[in-house]
């Protein structure tokens, strides 16, 4: 129904409009300017007689300075404006380590509209989210480092594309972490290396009431106990292990056997 625009039919007295609106268009197929309400009333009438495609719109507003924005719009007509990203999953990644240690893991997914992707994750329980990382091209690889305690861990992974269209969180990469990797390794330093320094904290811890290995597996040399592999504990260190240490490091003896997981 038209109607005046009291506010805008003030405003335009002044260019001696007898009406407002004074423009119909539709979608390039009609167009008239002029102040006849009998033609307006046609183009309407012709207007709702048109089959109308569904449209899809979704604006996108960015505020890039104090008093200013990226505004992007896009318009779909009969198919959606945006597609979601294709599903996300854990690439690439250890399924087996050490606990505080740093691993990277790898996701890789693509956008049917080739949009910008974000990926964001999932370190093992729910509640240890990672920001959301990028913007990355459609089909380039993220990687996302990260180190947890010991256990085992689903980790997840999800993406989105710069219209904020989320997938779902994929399905679960399991990892398990234990402080023992390397037998004799008695003190746990970063090089995993089996050396004097570990032969020395492990006499000293039996003999000379020494801090204790930071983790006991490494002290067990001989692997010996193992009700519950890896989840050995310092009442498994005994003599036997150092016997072995020793043997191992200066007469040739064979090395300690590696941590399982
Ligand atoms: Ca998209
Ligand atoms: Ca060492
Ligand atoms: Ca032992």
Redesign the pocket.
Known sequence: MLSHNTYANQRTLEFNRAWTPTIYSDGGEDLYIGNSETSMRIMIGNGHQRAVAPLDLIVKMEQVGSDSYDITVRIGNEVPANNDPAAAAVDAGPTFGEDGVEYDFESTTTDPDADELYYQWDWGDGRDLSEWMGPYASGETCTASHSRPEGDFDIKVRAKDDWEAETEWSAAYSIHLQCCIVRGNVDDDPSGGIDIGDLVMLVDYMFSQGPPPPCPGTA??????CVNPPNETLS???I??LVMLVDYMFSGGPPPPNCVP
């Open positions: 067990n040399i001989d692997g010996s106990c498994d260190i005994d036997a292990d």
